[in-house]
């Protein structure tokens, strides 16, 4: 799974009167990066028309850069409607020294911090896997962007080695730079314990405080974005995959957000004889393990699934076919169901914007 220094929408959140009062030289310097980031496609940067206009007028910046603020100012009905509805966000004032996080998925950062090595710079976008894992979730982001009409997004994949993950949060965090993190949670049950990996990672986080966001997967780990169709395409455990096929097909059509069996199936490793027995250590762990599974308690410690496959995701990136069905995946109910709400949150933590000639 991912972890990630996110492009974000960011607004530049000073009056006309803020603007004036403060360093010119400053100021220019952060139009002309916000500009620059802009331009790249790496960050959605917000401001006002009549900041704008007053930048351009008052403001040591170059034509190109000049030219690209007026058109960002012209667009602050679009955009700053966006920065509105932006789940994660970052605004940037004159009043505020270094980063405050508001606890709203919102930070206040300060000029001085907004520069071309801090919150302005490009996103990386860090995995577990930084091959598999990254062109899987590049793959799925990008069609859902355009499934929803996100626009663009923007980030450079590091490969966070598994355990180093949370490193890596540390280290881009004290680089004064945006971090987000997607990871694995290997949860086999709703409401289980989650990975030591991921526990470690959210350690990371806290004692970073990073700006941006630590996101556990809404399923088991990567490969239950997979739908049961294409899984069916990958593995020789047909019969096994047909069981499994059979307890979703009894859960129903009216499957709650996060409750489908298929997100918490150990796709890739399987689960040996007494694995969800010992996994599940309260009644209510048990009680959904006996509804999904159609066993009664006694029978827990039987339940046996086997590995569908550890390569799947090296095969379905090589298999346009496939790909092309996932495509028509991110397009339905279940999708929508099970992981549109989670999507759009990391899409708003990648927002970019298409990138233009920079000169």
Not at 71 to 78: D, L, R, V
Not at 124 to 132: A, H, T, W
Request: glycine residues 8%; neutral net charge; hydrophobic residues 40%.
């Amino acid at each position: 799974m991912g972890f990630s220094v996110t492009d974000m929408i960011i607004k530049i959140d000073l009056s006309t009167r803020d603007a004036s009062a403060f360093d010119r030289n400053k100021l220019s310097e952060l139009f002309e990066e916000a500009s620059r980031a802009s331009l790249l496609g790496y960050h959605r940067v917000v401001l006002s028309r009549g900041l704008a206009k007053w930048a351009v007028e008052n403001l040591d910046l170059s034509d190109r850069h000049k030219v690209h603020i007026t058109k960002i100012g012209h667009e602050y009905a679009q955009l700053g409607q966006q920065y509105k509805s932006a789940a994660i966000k970052i605004r940037i004032r004159a009043d505020v020294l270094g980063i405050i996080e508001e606890g709203d998925g919102t930070w206040t950062v300060g000029v001085q911090c907004a520069g071309p090595e801090g919150v302005l710079s490009q996103t990386s976008l860090v995995f577990e896997n930084g091959i598999n894992d990254g062109d899987f979730y590049k793959l799925i982001l990008e069609m859902s962007a355009k499934s929803i009409g996100f626009g663009d997004i923007s980030y450079v994949a590091i490969n966070g080695g598994g355990n180093g993950c949370g490193g890596q949060i540390q280290r881009i965090s004290n680089e004064g730079k945006v971090v987000s993190c997607i990871c694995d949670t290997d949860i086999k049950v709703p409401g289980g314990a989650k990975s030591q990996t991921y526990q470690s990672t959210i350690r990371a986080r806290d004692n970073s405080k990073p700006l941006g966001i630590v996101l556990g997967t809404p399923c088991m780990e990567i490969e239950n974005f997979l739908p049961i169709s294409i899984v069916r395409s990958l593995t020789n455990e047909i019969e096994a995959l047909n069981h499994i096929e059979e307890l979703v097909r009894r859960q129903g059509a009216n499957v709650e957000p996060g409750d489908c069996l298929w997100l918490f199936v150990d796709i890739k490793s399987g689960f040996r004889v007494g694995q969800l027995d010992d996994y599940c250590r309260n009644e209510n762990l048990r009680q959904w393990v006996c509804r999904k599974y159609n066993v009664v308690d006694e029978e827990i410690r039987d339940i046996f699934v086997p590995p569908f496959g550890a390569d799947l995701l090296r095969r379905f990136m090589a298999s346009n076919e496939l790909i092309a069905e996932m495509h028509k995946h991110v397009r339905s109910t279940y999708w929508k169901t099970h992981f549109l709400d989670w999507v759009r949150m990391v899409l708003w933590a990648l927002a970019g914007r298409k990138r233009e000639r920079v000169s």
